[in-house]
Nanobody, 115 residues
Framework: QVQLVESGGGLVQPGGSLRLSCTVS????????MAWYRQAPGKQRELVAI???????DYADSVKGRFAISRDNAKNTGYLQMNSLKPDDTAVYYC?????????WGQGTQVTVSS
């Protein structure tokens, strides 16, 4: 059984920073991609950032230059460094991981940007 556990969410003021972590455990052989999605109230879940095994990354236009995705393959952990946060970044953030056969999701962590 594969589990993804996110951490690092919370309340932050506009302009502040947070670092989210996503740790993968269980019977996963090799992670091809890890990604972060977010879902704000009343909106669809959207892709924020993705990183593939080689290290290549891609970002939503709304977070380019502010967010950075990374991963530690040895620890099966992914990270999302979020800087210059805006109220529009408020959402539940989910990570996922894909191996050769399946896509796995975490339970989400709340990020609230407010003064």
């Amino acid at each position: 059984q594969v589990q993804l556990v996110e951490s690092g969410g919370g309340l932050v003021q506009p302009g502040g920073s947070l670092r989210l972590s996503c740790t993968v455990s269980g019977s996963i052989v090799s992670i091809y991609t890890m990604a972060w999605y977010r879902q704000a109230p009343g909106k669809q879940r959207e892709l924020v950032a993705i990183i593939i095994f080689s290290g290549s990354t891609d970002y939503a236009d709304s977070v380019k230059g502010r967010f950075a995705i990374s991963r530690d393959n040895a620890k099966n952990t992914g990270y999302l460094q979020m800087n210059s946060l805006k109220p529009d970044d408020t959402a539940v953030y989910y990570c996922n991981a894909r191996d050769a056969t399946s896509l796995y999701w975490g339970q989400g962590t709340q990020v609230t940007v407010s003064s």
